[in-house]
């Protein structure tokens, strides 16, 4: 069995749990990602929601990617890695006024706005300090993303975006307000999206949408279609990096790009899920009277997508090579989801041993929480230990 490869001696000498990045591979991820988008001149915006590590946002910000955010404190944690501000879009359905009154005294890039009604504020906002907010729509282009449910948000009458059947009324108010200016138009469909096909039927809606615009003579300055692109999480280490050379390809072949116009995208999971790994030791094997239960020290407290999403993480025994065992993989909190894997094949784990439950970098540490009194995971970096 092909493992990630770990500086286990120096794991044995820091506390468990913690967040494990592996900088090589996010900067081979960043070179990769940085080649296929320059291929069309495409920029490329980080969503900093998969992970806000200042570490990790002060790489992806050397590289000169923009930040999509979607709250002040993503701005704030974008500004202070060093993104400029005029790389910044601000999405979310749920802008709190700080938080737009944030954005505009930085003159970030643009603000994805989510609703009619958001439109009306942020003029209002922007007037009183005397600006012109930039603002892209964001669409639901009602493209199937055929991901996990809770995860998928390009449908109709999901909470997101402003409905395609409403976008001439939000066209028409947007000519009574001075304060805010259209430059965009933009779309996310959803996430851990494997299949390239969604994103061919999400650039082919984004041309029937320009012809729209066309009609009224619009022509906006740029195109966004959001993030989405999935990750391998049953092979991280062949599949190390996800296949950005397709993703996009299938945008370039198919999209009908207005002269000027600039196409952008909001990346999160495929720049930094595979980097991060996160590290546990083993406290018990608990024999019941079928099964065998390795139970760690680390929880959904520390990775909470399986728990939430029903998510699928590679767990590895990285402290022996001993014959496969099988084992439900659980946490300490005290709640019955608190279950990273079941049935899992693990070589024989023994009480103190290390596992790592690969593709964590992408909310992982980002959505830990302290729930049971929980401290928070420390992070440690390949290019550090
Ligand atoms: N842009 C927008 C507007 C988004 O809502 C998202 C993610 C992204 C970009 C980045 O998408 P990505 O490239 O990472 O797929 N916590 C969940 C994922 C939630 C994604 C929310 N929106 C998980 O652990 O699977």
């Given at each position: 069995?092909?493992?990630?490869?770990?500086?286990?001696?120096?794991?044995?000498?820091?506390?468990?749990?913690?967040?494990?990045y592996?900088?090589?591979?996010?900067?081979?991820?960043?070179?990769?990602?940085?080649?296929?988008?320059?291929k069309?001149?495409?920029?490329?915006?980080?969503?900093?929601?998969?992970?806000?590590?200042?570490?990790?946002?002060?790489?992806?910000?050397?590289?000169?990617?923009?930040?999509?955010?979607?709250?002040?404190?993503e701005?704030?944690?974008?500004?202070?890695?060093?993104?400029?501000?005029?790389?910044?879009?601000?999405a979310?359905?749920?802008?709190?006024?700080?938080?737009?009154?944030?954005?505009?005294?930085?003159?970030?890039?643009?603000?994805?706005?989510?609703?009619?009604?958001?439109l009306?504020?942020?003029?209002?906002?922007?007037?009183?300090?005397?600006?012109?907010?930039?603002v892209?729509?964001?669409?639901?282009?009602?493209?199937?993303?055929?991901?996990?449910?809770?995860?998928?948000?390009?449908?109709?009458?999901n909470?997101?975006?402003?409905?395609?059947s409403?976008?001439?009324?939000?066209?028409?108010?947007?000519?009574?307000?001075?304060?805010?200016?259209?430059?965009?138009?933009?779309?996310?469909?959803?996430?851990?999206?494997?299949?390239?096909?969604?994103?061919?039927?999400?650039?082919?809606?984004?041309?029937?949408?320009?012809?729209?615009?066309?009609?009224?003579?619009?022509?906006?300055?740029?195109?966004?279609?959001?993030?989405?692109?999935?990750?391998?999480?049953?092979?991280?280490?062949?599949?190390?990096?996800?296949?950005?050379?397709?993703?996009?390809?299938?945008?370039?072949?198919?999209?009908?790009?207005?002269?000027?116009?600039q196409?952008?995208?909001?990346?999160?999971?495929?720049?930094?899920?595979?980097?991060?790994?996160l590290?546990?030791?083993?406290?018990y094997?608990?024999?019941?009277?079928?099964?065998?239960?390795?139970?760690?020290?680390?929880?959904?407290?520390?990775?909470?997508?399986?728990?939430?999403?029903?998510a699928?993480?590679?767990?590895?025994?990285?402290?022996?090579?001993?014959?496969?065992?099988?084992?439900?993989?659980?946490?300490?909190?005290?709640?019955?989801?608190?279950?990273?894997?079941?049935?899992i094949?693990?070589?024989?784990?023994?009480?103190?041993?290390l596992?790592?439950?690969?593709?964590?970098?992408?909310?992982?540490?980002?959505?830990?929480?302290?729930?049971?009194?929980?401290?928070?995971?420390?992070?440690?970096?390949?290019?550090?230990?």
């Amino acid at each position: 069995m092909l493992k990630g490869k770990f500086p286990l001696e120096k794991f044995k000498k820091i506390p468990t749990p913690f967040y494990y990045y592996d900088i090589e591979l996010l900067r081979e991820t960043l070179d990769t990602v940085k080649a296929e988008a320059g291929k069309y001149n495409y920029q490329v915006h980080y969503a900093i929601k998969a992970n806000a590590n200042p570490r990790i946002l002060s790489i992806i910000a050397d590289y000169g990617f923009g930040a999509d955010c979607v709250s002040g404190g993503e701005i704030r944690a974008a500004l202070d890695a060093g993104f400029p501000a005029d790389k910044i879009v601000f999405a979310g359905v749920g802008k709190a006024d700080w938080e737009i009154n944030l954005g505009l005294d930085n003159d970030i890039f643009c603000f994805n706005v989510e609703s009619a009604v958001e439109l009306d504020i942020l003029d209002e906002l922007a007037r009183e300090k005397n600006k012109v907010a930039r603002v892209a729509l964001r669409i639901n282009p009602e493209v199937d993303a055929r991901t996990h449910a809770k995860i998928t948000t390009g449908m109709k009458e999901n909470k997101f975006g402003i409905n395609l059947s409403l976008l001439g009324s939000v066209l028409d108010q947007l000519s009574g307000l001075p304060n805010v200016k259209l430059i965009g138009i933009h779309s996310h469909i959803g996430s851990q999206i494997t299949d390239i096909s969604a994103f061919r039927g999400l650039a082919i809606r984004m041309n029937e949408i320009q012809e729209e615009l066309d009609k009224r003579g619009i022509t906006v300055e740029h195109v966004n279609f959001g993030g989405g692109l999935g990750i391998d999480y049953d092979h991280p280490n062949h599949m190390a990096i996800p296949p950005f050379d397709n993703y996009f390809a299938a945008f370039h072949k198919l999209l009908n790009v207005r002269p000027g116009q600039q196409v952008h995208f909001e990346p999160g999971r495929s720049l930094v899920a595979q980097c991060g790994n996160l590290i546990s030791k083993v406290l018990y094997v608990k024999e019941g009277e079928v099964k065998k239960f390795a139970i760690l020290d680390a929880g959904f407290t520390e990775l909470i997508r399986p728990a939430m999403y029903d998510a699928y993480h590679r767990i590895e025994n990285i402290s022996n090579d001993e014959a496969v065992e099988v084992y439900d993989v659980v946490g300490p909190i005290c709640e019955s989801s608190d279950v990273f894997g079941k049935e899992i094949e693990l070589n024989q784990a023994h009480r103190g041993d290390l596992l790592a439950l690969r593709s964590a970098g992408a909310y992982g540490e980002v959505m830990a929480s302290q729930y049971n009194c929980r401290q928070l995971p420390m992070a440690y970096y390949s290019d550090e230990l």
